[in-house]
Each structure stands twice: as structure tokens, then as C-alpha cells.
């Protein structure tokens, strides 16, 4: 297998709908070491043949199964790093700024201006989610123009962070029809609290710590990505 094999391959994998480089090192990596024990039984094959007799064990779907099972593998990674970072803010020292935050909401929204500060609270949640949402896509397309390449886990950082806040913020309508039922009763009053605290804070990690650390989780999950 030459230097030039590899390249068409990953040229190939690019063909065929696969455009991160995670993913395409994975893939050419197994049709490589295939294609090798083909040639090993049938030498006279050309490149070519061998490489389309490997893709066709792939099945109907080509690399779409493969692509879709390592999508979900690594959104659960990413996940796990928000749950992480999200668990730290409810221990020591933390938890004392998370239940600041809380004790905030709770007495805003029990005030005879409650109202007001609902609406202000989603409107700056609102503000905060779409301005960090195109900063973080355009330093993702600006990291991709300097590098050339698409790393998963890197577009998961920059391009689908605070993905919850924005799921939040689509609910505006429902949530502003409710708005009188969440402020009017004591124990929706703490349940609401609570879940802004609770966006607040996954909007704060995804939007800005988790991106901060996009080097060290990149470098850790892709020996490769700093040669």
C-alpha cells in the first residue's frame, strides 16, 4: 500500500459523503488493512478493484452506518463532558455561586415585578444563546479554513454548543402563554427558578468553558490532531 493509495482513499471516503477527518483516517485504516488481505489472496487485482470489491462489504448503504454509530458515540462524549463540567457546579465551592444564582431567579420571580424580570431573564438567555451561537460557528468555519480539516468532536464544540438553550428558546411562545402559571403558584415558582439556574449554567459551560478547553479535549481524543 503506497503513500499514494492512501491518499486516493481518503479521497474516496471524501466522495462518498464522508467530509471529517476522524472519520476518513478510521475508514481508510480499515480499507487499507482489507484491501491488503485481499491482495494477499488475489494479487492480479488492480487498485481499484480491490477497493471497490472492500467498499461493497460496507453493504447498500456504503460508510452511512459507520458514520451515523461514530456520530452518536461522540455526541455522547461530548455530552459527557457537559455533564462533567455541569456536575462541578454542584459541589464545593461551586454550588455556592449555583444556589446564589438560584436564590436570584426565585426572588425575582416571587416579586410584584415578577413578570418584568421573567421576560428579561429569557431575553438575556435569549441574546446571550444567539450571539454566542454565531461567534463559535464563525471560529469554527475560521479554524477549519487554517487547518483544512473537520474534526467531529470540534464541530460538536463550536458549531452545535448550547443546542439545549436553543431547544429552550424555540419554546418562547408556549413558555410566554404559561408565563402567569410559572410566577402565580409557590411551587412552580421553585421549578422555575430552578430551570433557569439549570440553563443558565448548561449555556455558560457549553457556550464558553467547553470551547475554551477545545484543545485539550481535541488533543486527547485525537492523538493525531496536533501533528
Known amino acids: 500500500m503506497t503513500k499514494e493509495h492512501i491518499q486516493e482513499l481518503y479521497a474516496f471516503t471524501r466522495n462518498h459523503y464522508v467530509y471529517h477527518y476522524d472519520l476518513q483516517t478510521e475508514l481508510v485504516d480499515h480499507l487499507a488493512n482489507d484491501i491488503e488481505t485481499i491482495w494477499q489472496e488475489q494479487p492480479n487485482l488492480s487498485f481499484e478493484d480491490v477497493r471497490d470489491q472492500s467498499f461493497k462489504k460496507f453493504g447498500v448503504f456504503g460508510f452511512m452506518d459507520v458514520v451515523e454509530q461514530r456520530q452518536k458515540a461522540m455526541n455522547k462524549r461530548y455530552?459527557?463532558?457537559?455533564?462533567?463540567?455541569?456536575?462541578?457546579?454542584?459541589?464545593?465551592?461551586?454550588?455556592?455561586?449555583?444556589?446564589?444564582?438560584?436564590?436570584?431567579?426565585?426572588?425575582?420571580?416571587?416579586?410584584?415585578?415578577?413578570?418584568?424580570?421573567?421576560?428579561?431573564?429569557?431575553?438575556?438567555?435569549?441574546?446571550?444563546?444567539?450571539?454566542?451561537?454565531?461567534?463559535?460557528?464563525?471560529?469554527?468555519?475560521?479554524?477549519?479554513?487554517?487547518?483544512?480539516k473537520k474534526w467531529l468532536l470540534e464541530e460538536l464544540i463550536f458549531k452545535q454548543?448550547?443546542?439545549?438553550?436553543?431547544?429552550?428558546?424555540?419554546?418562547?411562545?408556549?413558555?410566554?402563554?404559561?408565563?402567569?402559571?410559572?410566577?402565580?403558584?409557590?411551587?412552580?415558582?421553585v421549578l422555575t427558578a430552578a430551570v433557569f439556574t439549570l440553563f443558565y449554567l448548561i449555556n455558560y459551560i457549553s457556550f464558553k468553558l467547553i470551547p475554551e478547553k477545545a484543545e485539550t479535549l481535541l488533543n486527547t481524543t485525537y492523538p493525531e490532531y496536533s501533528m
Not at 416579586?111 to 460557528?137: C, D, E, P
Not at 443546542?163 to 411562545?173: D, R
Not at 404559561?178 to 410566577?183: L, Q
Open 161 to 189: 454548543a448550547g443546542s439545549v438553550g436553543i431547544v429552550f428558546l424555540s419554546q418562547f411562545y408556549n413558555i410566554f402563554t404559561w408565563s402567569d402559571v410559572f410566577i402565580s403558584n409557590s411551587k412552580l415558582v
Open 79 to 148: 455530552y459527557n463532558y457537559l455533564l462533567s463540567e455541569l456536575k462541578q457546579w454542584f459541589s464545593i465551592p461551586k454550588i455556592v455561586i449555583t444556589l446564589t444564582m438560584f436564590l436570584m431567579f426565585y426572588t425575582a420571580f416571587t416579586s410584584r415585578f415578577a413578570q418584568y424580570f421573567f421576560f428579561i431573564t429569557f431575553g438575556v438567555l435569549a441574546i446571550w444563546t444567539l450571539y454566542k451561537s454565531i461567534q463559535l460557528n464563525r471560529e469554527f468555519r475560521r479554524r477549519s479554513e487554517l487547518s483544512n
